[in-house]
């Protein structure tokens, strides 16, 4: 499952350069690159400060493009981040469900030996009886 996370952040990275190149590349109001990543985040994470915005039409399909990649990355990575917190509470409860079905296994181990020897005919002629397993 960490395997899931590291990806998904990988693609959100991914997205997130290429978004802030994308904004830096057809607007002119971004001035540096670094202004394109601000405004990369802002518009993946529907934040929308408003302190820098697309205005050409160009820039603005593009900040469609963003939402819609910058939602469905974001929400990987959270679903995969949740996904690895439930992924230790379930090993947590399959490991005491596993004990628990071990301490139960023995006990009735320990029955059916008991209800071996006592069912069990007495030994003849000094040999001890037979006692079949399985």
Aim: aromatic content about 6%.
């Amino acid at each position: 499952m960490r395997r899931g996370l590291w990806y998904s952040l990988a693609l959100c990275l991914v997205i997130l350069l290429l978004g802030g190149v994308g904004f830096w590349a057809l607007e002119p109001g971004i001035p540096t690159l670094q202004d394109g990543l601000w405004l990369a985040f802002t518009t993946a994470a529907t934040v929308g400060y408003g302190d820098t915005v697309p205005q050409t039409p160009a820039g603005r399909a593009f900040a469609v493009l963003v939402v819609l990649l910058g939602l469905a990355v974001l929400s990987m990575v959270t679903a995969s981040l949740a996904a690895l917190f439930v992924e230790r509470d379930v090993e947590a409860d399959e490991r005491q469900i596993e004990r628990d079905l071990m301490r139960e296994i023995r006990l009735l181990r320990d029955e059916v030996h008991a209800l071996e020897r006592r069912l069990s005919p007495p030994a003849e002629s000094g040999q001890p009886a037979e006692r079949s397993r399985g």
